[in-house]
């Protein structure tokens, strides 16, 4: 009995080393350069990933030559396309056309960004003006453009359009790697056996999560500036609107004429306009000088006459000293004839 028990035992314990052998020797394929003490397998495995900088130059130079496979095209509807417009723009009519673009970046499903208004001076005779940043759909923007013109006199128009496709679809090649990756990460994960292992396995989990994240984060941010076309509208009120196509020779002495006779009419309006807006002012001002010319020559008038009063009794005292040194004289003589 004893011996039966322990060929049981033996046979037993061969079976689970070699079931065990078994294990281990396709379980190291699959691990990852953390854990596995072959540089090879280390490479081999971050090679199924991300490709070679040998590789990525070989296929870049066989697609520059043209060999190999077919060029890859993308198609024009795939196109990442961002396209921005800067407007200037004027208008006899301010308020109404600050309200018929806000209803027409609505009504075509796009925002206001950023808006900056001046309401004007009346001091600097300064005109009101907004600067807008407005976010319209790609597919509404050349609508919007023409709805703009329509109601305004356009001063100048840009617009620039940038080709982010490639930059594109390399960013999004680069999130399905660290997809990839992250997906491997976490079956390895699951079979790590030792704390060093899910240590290394989850700081570079880590790692790839944060990589993934502002990968995501920049593509939304491409995808918002592809879908949404930015719109800089600078709007500016005036009376008349500037001529924008090329003039005559002729057409520049009507206009220059016509000009000048609206100005001096204009300087003439805005003369009596500004004296009568300045008008209690100068009432102001009148009454203060008047009353200051007033004051003037009343303190003359008063010096002057002290200066008369102050002659006739100095005139007086004299003519009484003269007066009384003559009586004096005339008594002298009296006493001088009795003595004789």
């Not at 417009?85 to 009519?93: A, H, I, P, S, Y």
């Not at 620039?160 to 999130?175: A, G, I, N, W």
């Not at 396995?201 to 941010?221: A, D, F």
């Not at 010319?293 to 200066?307: E, I, M, P, T």
Request: glycine share 4%; hydrophobic share 35%.
């Amino acid at each position: 009995m004893k011996k039966r028990g322990t060929f049981g035992f033996l046979g037993t314990l061969l079976l689970a080393v070699t079931l065990l052998a078994g294990c281990g020797g396709s379980s190291s394929e699959s691990r990852p350069a953390s854990i596995t003490t072959d540089a090879t397998d280390s490479a081999m495995y971050y090679e199924d990933i991300y490709p070679s900088e040998t590789v990525i130059e070989e296929a870049a130079a066989a697609e520059e030559a043209g060999g190999g496979s077919e060029p890859v095209e993308v198609k024009e509807t795939e196109r990442k396309l961002i396209r921005n417009v800067n407007m200037d723009v004027e208008t006899e009519n301010f308020d109404e056309l600050m309200s018929n673009v806000s209803k027409k970046t609505e009504s075509l499903g796009g925002y206001i960004e950023d808006s900056r208004v001046y309401n004007g001076s009346q001091y600097n005779e300064e005109r009101r003006n907004a600067d807008l940043t407005l976010r319209i759909p790609a597919e509404n923007l050349d609508s919007f453009l023409s709805a703009v013109s329509e109601n305004c006199n356009v001063i100048s128009q840009n617009e620039s359009v940038e080709d982010v496709t490639l930059q594109y679809v390399d960013m999004k090649s680069h999130k399905e790697a660290l997809e990839t990756e992250q997906d491997r990460l976490l079956e390895l994960l699951e079979q790590a056996e030792t704390v060093e292992d899910i240590i290394t396995i989850e700081s570079r989990l880590s790692e790839v999560r944060y990589q993934l994240e502002s990968m995501e984060s920049q593509l939304r941010t491409l995808d918002n500036q592809v879908s949404y076309s930015t719109v800089y509208l600078y709007i500016q009120e005036v009376k008349r609107y500037t001529p924008v196509k090329e003039q005559t020779t002729w057409e520049k002495i009507s206009s220059g004429f016509v000009n000048s006779l609206y100005d001096v009419g204009e300087g003439i309006c805005n003369f009596f306009i500004n004296l009568i807006i300045n008008l209690p002012y100068l009432v102001v001002w009148a009454v203060v000088i008047t009353v200051a010319v007033v004051a003037v020559r009343w303190l003359r008038r008063f010096s002057k006459k002290r200066k008369i009063k102050k002659a006739e009794k100095k005139a007086e005292k004299e003519a009484a000293k003269a007066a009384k040194k003559a009586g004096t004289e005339t008594e002298q003589e009296k006493i001088q004839k009795e003595e004789k």
